[in-house]
């Protein structure tokens, strides 16, 4: 994987007020330059037989500091669920959806992975409430009745409006994927995703309206297991963080996938970025192998933005 120049210190910050004027510690100027330990950690999960795709852009000067593989397109697993949020805002805004439309779960179909709205008494919630519940448990019964009122055609036509030729939202979750079924719930590449999650906080999605309503969403989100651990942040309260840091999130896992992508700014530097790994999970070795790799690149990463 091929590391690009450093970048250039002489472009203008949007975050610039964020930004100090002190020279960053001699540890974290050598973290900026080469992202050495999540190359080799990368590599390593190469040579054993995954695949990756890896890519970090900062956001001040909208350079590449990372990349690797990161055009390739892989399965995503529950990422695939920000454009459908998108999608969502994106009808709030125009008006084409209410915030506040009842979803009885009875019609989508049960599912029994991830999500708590399974094992609520609530038989039906408002659209809104779905979106929280999708961006901060990673709720698949909720993503899927999203789904069954936006339909996968809105969808797929917003991905392209943003441009996204790589980044696919095939189908909603199921317990069990038969022949005639998407063989995943979406696929997407590491470059795509991090543009995605960059115009998310530049409020370039769609609008600046609909950038912040998804922010807002999926700030929520309660998996820092993977890269975000290197955060120290609460998983259950984190928007508000009392040193500085604005992070935003969204992780995907199916077996033998492990997908985050999200931003991560800090008083030096803001960066977007995605990884995504999949792996033969053929044991828990193999399993909390591809779980460093992420938290290797979430420490290198804090070191860039502090």
């Given amino acids: 994987m091929a590391l690009p120049p ?15 004027g002190r020279r960053p ?24 037989g995954a695949k990756v795709s890896v890519r970090v852009t900062d956001l001040d000067r909208g350079t590449t500091v990372l990349a690797g593989d990161d055009y390739v397109t892989l399965p995503v697993a529950g990422l695939g669920v920000v454009p459908l949020l998108i999608e ?28 708590v709205w399974q094992h609520l008494r609530a038989p039906a919630l408002p659209l809104t409430d ?34 996204c030729t790589s980044t696919a939202l095939l189908d909603g979750f199921r317990d069990v994927r038969g022949p005639d079924d998407a063989p995943h719930v979406a696929l997407g590449s ?3 995703l991090s543009q995605l999650f960059a115009a998310l906080v530049n409020s370039q999605a769609v609008s600046a309206g609909v950038s912040a309503q998804v922010a807002e969403w999926l700030s929520l989100n309660h998996d820092l297991s993977l890269a975000a651990a290197a955060t120290g942040l609460d998983p259950f309260r984190h928007e508000n963080d009392e040193h500085g840091l604005l992070f935003v999130n969204k992780t995907g896992r199916d077996a033998g996938i492990r997908v ?8 030096r530097a803001g960066v977007a970025y995605a990884l995504i790994v999949c792996f033969d999970d053929l044991s828990i070795l193999h399993r909390v192998r591809a779980h460093e790799a992420f938290r290797t690149l979430g420490t290198e990463l804090m070191e860039y933005v502090f």
Avoid at 95 to 100: A, H, K, N
Avoid at 102 to 114: A, F, N, P
């Fill in 130 to 163: 779905l979106a929280v519940l999708t961006a901060a448990a990673g709720d698949e019964l909720a993503a899927n009745a999203l789904l069954s009122r936006v339909g996968l055609p809105a969808v797929r036509a917003r991905l392209e409006s943003l441009g």
């Fill in 6 to 20: 450093e970048p250039r210190n002489d472009a203008a910050s949007h975050r610039g007020s964020r930004r100090s």
């Fill in 25 to 48: 510690p001699r540890r974290a100027a050598a973290g900026r330059r080469t992202f050495t330990a999540t190359l080799k950690a990368l590599d390593d999960l190469a040579a054993s």
């Fill in 190 to 192: 590491a470059r795509e």
């Fill in 88 to 115: 969502v805002a994106a009808g709030f805004e125009e008006g084409t959806l209410d915030p506040l439309e009842i979803v009885d779960r009875t019609i989508v179909g049960q599912v029994s992975g991830g999500g």
């Fill in 260 to 267: 985050e992508a999200g931003v991560l700014a800090g008083p």
